[in-house]
């Protein structure tokens, strides 16, 4: 009997330190225990990403993590963030926040980092990749439509439109374009649809809007879908002095464009939300890693918003445009 | 051992009670104290966020009286020489970088002159948001507006907020604005923190953020505050939705300081902390109880669970039992011990000496049957017997052979030792009638008997070595007729049977000799047989009496029970 009691009791003393230490354990979280999370994104130099950065920053100190942000000497070097993406995974990243230059190049890399147990979450730009455990940006096809509307407010019967579109494969200016042109189809104001596609950088796509100009005057209507394309139509639209005659509408919110809005050159700038894209990034990485789950193949959808001329200093106009600093 | 393990012991019941009371008090206790305790964090967050925000306030009123300071410098230096303004304006721009733009505007709105840090105005300043004039159609002598971009530059669109001011008292005069950037206000409402995730933000009176620590992801919709429920009020401390709000509205009645903080940290962690506490309380209680339940082992049970392991082996061998003495402890424990070694003790000499008093009985009832078959006794009857039948007295031989075969069977009477005293009377007449035979009638005996005693019983051959006493002893030198007198009478509770001769009588040392003479030593049987049965059967109390004067003769007397069943004797020891 006595061996019995010692024994029960044992166990119940055992329990007690044991639950005496696993509550102390799950009190503190200690700082070392940061999760590492890398951003790789498509280029370090524009508007857009500098906000996106601007809100991975902000998601990282409120969920504080270890936030490196990585990305490509051009918006063309899906090798370049190949590689970052594996500097990333032996770094010891816990999660990787990434936007593809390439829908198709980027995948094996990124299949191989998911494999190797890091947490992919796509941003802006998607990866022909199945790993992914979260996809969040703009709804693209959603934001073509958005931009044919913009040109079909401003537009002449017939138009003629140009489309300056990106030269790498990339899903977003495929589905932007598919979008856009869906649209406009449907419209009988509607001539012809020409595109271009332009390596993404100011000054190429400065070069090529104004021989694509140049080579089809009749042209009355142009499209530009990125931030660096858009900057580049605008000067090009201007250099060429064709304000008048030609209606621009433009992705992003380049201070350039902004700019050329107010000289009448731009007269749409379809502004998406890249800071919501890697604030809600971020975030996304640190609650995959608390264990929650998202679906990746429902995409995350950041608010994309129409500014004109008329809307651009209203109270609205301004938070879209405008970074808050 | 099964049998023990079915029932709860003393040193778990002990173990768990002790423990559940334990539990039971500290956690009534703990929650009582949690009570209290959240009251009083709820109240101290309160405290502190308002402390919070009245520095705040403090800091934002003296960084808006600064920027007053900083327009009348402005203002005093426009009154000045022209040409000087341009090496003022040089000095000012270097000495605060958070001012974007100085401008000037005419009565109509008109943008007159535009100075800034290095930058130059863009022509066109159609849509300024620097001079709001539908605000001015208000408030004509100025205003301090939200935050909102300044767009007079190209490529250039910081946000900022602006101060507004006539430019002198004259009503008709222009306006001066200062576009400042949001900076030196980020840099105190950023680093102001309440509790652990606790912030503030500015807003307006109508509930427009002025300035939030996460104001992009307000802008990008991200985030919002319930502004609404907050403008709506008054300023205090006030909880919604388990947020604590402080509000404080600045001195400039425009702009209102809010304060949140998060009830639910403030909870959660004195909730941890109290968890922490019990599990603490709990292994001290643990450690407790197993000091107490040890104690409590040594001095309680452990005795106890010996005593009743003593009392197992008592019951399974009392001869060879001996318990060992258990000396300190508890007192009511140690008389328990002190009680059950008596109780042992007690039951052992009692045992010993029903064990001895059986075999007494035994030896005593053999040697009366022995007495019975005294050899002697037999053949001289039967010598009588035959010299009767050789005489021809055949009636006589036949009455004597009677009176034998009577006496023996009465003497067996079938193994049993407590006989009806009428067979008692037939067995004392039977063996008269032999020796009066025998003796040739040299004496006479007379019976005198209450009927009502004949039921009861008493011990067989009780009154045969009684008679044949007084034959060999008391009538025996006898020349004259002796007598023999056999009486039985009730009195009181107690029979007594009596047999009186007229014989030669004892002296008291006689009778001393004759009650102490061990009933080995002499060939009858006696009067110590008698008299020692009786006590075994019936106690100390009855006993054989002698009342005897020499020459006169001996009267002995049995006392006895008044027993109806031969099991009845048992209830009077």
């Given amino acids: 009997m006595k061996p019995r009691i010692n024994r029960i009791s044992f166990l119940l003393f055992l329990l007690t330190g044991l639950l005496l230490f696993l509550s102390a354990c799950g009190m503190r979280r200690p700082d070392s225990n940061q999760y590492k999370v890398f951003l790789i994104a498509k280029s370090t130099q524009t508007e857009f990403w500098k906000s996106v950065f601007a809100g991975a920053n902000a998601a990282k100190t409120e969920y504080n993590m270890d936030l490196h942000i990585l990305g490509p000497e051009t918006e063309e070097d899906y090798e370049g963030q190949n590689a970052l993406i594996q500097q990333a995974v032996k770094e010891g990243a816990d999660a990787i926040v990434f936007s593809a230059i390439s829908y198709t190049n980027n995948a094996p890399s990124i299949d191989e980092a998911a494999r190797s147990g890091v947490k992919v979450i796509v941003i802006d730009s998607d990866v022909d990749s199945s790993l992914v455990s979260a996809r969040i940006g703009t709804d693209n096809i959603q934001a073509g439509r958005m931009t044919a509307s913009a040109v079909l407010e401003v537009c002449p019967d017939p138009m003629i439109v140009g489309i300056v579109n990106f030269a790498q494969v990339s899903k977003n200016g495929e589905e932007r374009e598919k979008g856009l042109r869906e649209e406009l189809e449907k419209d009988p104001r509607t001539g012809k649809l020409l595109t271009i596609n332009v390596i993404t950088g100011q000054e190429e796509a400065l070069q090529e809007t104004i021989r694509f100009l140049q080579e089809h005057p009749e042209i009355n209507t142009l499209v530009a879908l990125n931030e660096p394309l858009a900057v580049g139509a605008a000067l090009a639209v201007d250099d060429l002095d064709l304000s008048d005659s030609v209606r621009l509408v433009a992705f992003d919110s380049n201070p350039i464009c902004i700019d050329k809005m107010r000289e009448g050159v731009v007269s749409a700038l379809i502004v998406q939300n890249p800071f919501a894209m890697g604030y809600l990034g971020v975030e996304a990485a640190w609650k995959l890693l608390e264990g929650q789950t998202f679906n990746p193949d429902r995409l995350i959808d950041t608010s994309t918003t129409i500014i004109t001329p008329e809307t651009m200093f209203t109270e609205e106009g301004q938070k879209a445009l405008f970074f808050f600093q | ?573």
């Fill in chain 2, 1 to 573: 051992m099964n049998r023990i393990r079915r029932h709860t012991h003393l040193n778990t019941l002990l173990f768990f009670t002790i423990i559940s009371i334990g539990i039971l008090i500290l956690i009534s206790s703990l929650l009582m104290f949690y009570q209290t305790y959240q009251q009083v964090l709820l109240q101290n967050a309160r405290t502190n966020s308002q402390r919070t925000i009245s520095q705040v306030s403090n800091t934002v009123n003296g960084y808006l009286e600064e920027i007053d300071t900083v327009m009348e410098i402005l203002l005093a230096s426009l009154k000045e020489d022209p040409d000087a303004r341009e090496s003022f304006f040089d000095v000012f721009f270097r000495i605060r970088p958070d001012v974007i733009a100085v401008s000037t505007y005419a009565p109509s709105g008109q943008m007159l002159e535009c100075y800034s840090a290095g930058r130059i105005p863009r022509k066109d300043q159609s849509e300024n948001l620097s001079l709001d004039l539908a605000v001015l159609s208000v408030s004509p002598e100025g205003y301090l507006s939200s935050p909102h971009v300044v767009n007079l530059f190209d490529s250039y669109y910081p946000w900022a907020v602006t101060l507004v001011r006539r430019l002198s008292e004259d009503p008709a005069a222009g306006w001066i604005s200062l576009d400042i950037s949001c900076s030196n206000l980020s840099d105190y409402i950023n680093e102001t923190g309440i509790g652990r995730r606790g912030y503030c933000f500015l807003m307006d009176r109508n509930g427009n953020m002025v300035y939030h620590p996460q104001q992009q992801l307000i802008y990008s919709s991200l985030k919002t505050e319930n502004t609404a429920l907050i403008s709506g009020n008054e300023d205090g401390s006030y909880t919604a939705d388990n947020i604590i709000y402080t509000v404080q509205t600045l001195a400039n009645e425009q702009w209102r300081v809010v304060g949140v903080s998060f009830a639910a940290d403030v909870i959660s962690d004195s909730l941890v902390e109290l968890g922490r506490l019990l599990l603490l309380a709990a292994l001290l209680l643990l450690c407790m109880v197993f000091i107490i339940s040890a104690i409590l082992s040594r001095v309680l049970s452990r005795p106890i669970r010996n005593l009743e392991q003593a009392m197992q082996r008592f019951e399974q061998d009392t001869d060879h039992f001996l318990l060992v003495p258990y000396e300190k402890g508890i007192y009511e424990i140690r008389n328990l011990y002190d009680s059950f070694q008596h109780m042992t003790q007690r039951v052992k000499e009692l045992m010993q000496t029903v064990r001895e008093e059986e075999n007494n009985l035994r030896r005593t009832e053999l040697k009366a049957l022995q007495a019975q078959i005294n050899p002697h006794f037999l053949y001289n009857t039967l010598d009588s017997i035959s010299w009767m039948c050789e005489q021809g007295k055949n009636e006589e031989a036949v009455q004597m052979v009677t009176a034998l075969a009577r006496l023996f069977r009465i003497s067996i009477s079938r193994g049993h030792e407590l006989i009806p005293i009428r067979n008692e009377l037939e067995h004392a007449r039977s063996y008269l009638q032999i020796q009066s035979v025998r003796y040739q009638d040299q004496f006479t005996y007379t019976f005198d008997v209450d009927e009502e005693c004949l039921d009861y019983l008493c011990n067989k051959i009780t009154l045969q070595p009684l008679i044949e006493n007084s034959l060999y002893h008391g009538l025996n030198g006898l020349v004259d007729d002796g007598e023999i007198r056999i009486c039985v009478r009730s009195e009181g509770d107690q029979i007594l049977m009596s047999v009186a001769d007229n014989g030669s009588g004892m002296s008291e040392e006689q009778i001393r000799f004759v009650m102490s003479k061990d009933p080995g030593e002499s060939k009858g049987i006696g009067l110590r047989n008698v008299s020692d049965r009786l006590r075994i059967f019936f106690g100390n109390q009855y006993t054989v009496t002698i009342r005897s004067i020499p020459d006169k003769g001996t009267t002995v007397t049995v006392h006895l029970p008044k027993i109806l069943e031969e099991t009845d004797y048992e209830a009077t020891n």
